[in-house]
């Protein structure tokens, strides 16, 4: 047993730029030898996609337009993976979204469009692309689902507003899939990362007082980055973690075991 993906293919839902944390586990994948299929959000990000894939050691990688808000899209693109490589061993789900002006404030103010719209992107997303992996049996040889969380799902923080109860509800929709899917050898995690700067971490108010607060108090008295949490992602992908679903693990240098 080791971490090998070798012969294995993934897909990576959420790369906008390097500083992705989709493209993070993309590295990650793709030097354990899984051949990558990626997804993106709309024709503005393609030539970023193409061009970090283009960086990777092989040329076998898909790339495909994948808006989530739209079923129809979500079931041509995997109708497209599934012709051109069968089937697939694992789905990071890395995508997220809220309006700017709903992460600073006071929850209460937020509106019905953006809490939906928050939920949307943000958390029913992994159940439409999960359930259209299974409709179309991509996963027939059991696979590994792998989602994005954050602590602001968990307990208050201060900002996150919206976006942590899309994080609630897309914990919970964690467990309720990986009940679904595991008969059929499908496990289903979260990975909690900490805070790492990127394109929408920055729509989060104060988000750079929150570095400077895990700098100081978390156990590891670090920042996480793009790499660590590609890395467990790689182990959640793999046979190592076997017995490991509907679990959440998080990776932040410590900060959510810390109290006052
Ligand atoms: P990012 O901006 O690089 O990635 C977010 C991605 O979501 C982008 O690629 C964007 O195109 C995609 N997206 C938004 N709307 C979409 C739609 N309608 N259809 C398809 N894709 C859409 O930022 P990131 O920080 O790498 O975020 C990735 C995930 O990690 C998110 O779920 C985020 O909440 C989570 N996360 C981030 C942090 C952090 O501090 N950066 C911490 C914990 C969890």
Request: proline share 1%.
């Amino acid at each position: 047993m080791n971490l090998s993906l070798e012969g294995r293919t993934y897909v990576v839902m959420g790369v906008a730029n390097k500083r992705s944390i989709a493209w993070g586990i993309a590295q990650s994948l793709s030097k354990a030898g899984a051949r990558l299929v990626f997804t993106y959000a709309g024709e503005r990000l393609e030539k970023n996609v193409r061009q970090l894939a283009e960086t990777l050691d092989r040329e076998d990688s898909l790339i495909l337009p994948c808006d989530i808000t739209d079923d129809q899209a979500i079931k041509e693109a995997f109708g497209q993976i599934k012709e051109e490589v069968g089937a697939i061993h694992g789905l990071a789900h890395c995508i997220a979204f809220a309006n700017k002006e709903e992460l600073e404030g006071e929850y209460l103010n937020v509106s019905r469009d953006g809490f939906l719209l928050a939920q949307n992107i943000s958390s029913y997303s992994l159940t439409a692309v999960a359930k259209v992996v299974r409709d179309l049996d991509l996963m027939k040889e059991g696979g590994s689902i792998v989602t994005m969380t954050y602590l602001g799902g968990e307990r208050v923080v201060k900002n996150y507003n919206v976006m942590g109860v899309a994080k609630a509800s897309l914990d919970a929709s964690v467990r309720y899939l990986a009940n679904d899917l595991g008969k059929d050898n499908i496990r289903v995690n979260a990975i909690s990362a900490g805070p790492i700067r990127t394109l929408s971490a920055k729509g989060i108010g104060g988000f750079n007082d929150v570095l400077k607060e895990i700098e100081a108090k978390a156990p590891l008295r670090r920042l996480t980055n793009q790499e660590e949490v590609g890395d467990t992602a790689l182990f959640l992908m793999s046979d190592l973690s076997r017995g490991i679903t509907g679990e959440l693990i998080h990776v932040d240098s410590g900060f959510n075991i810390t109290g006052l």
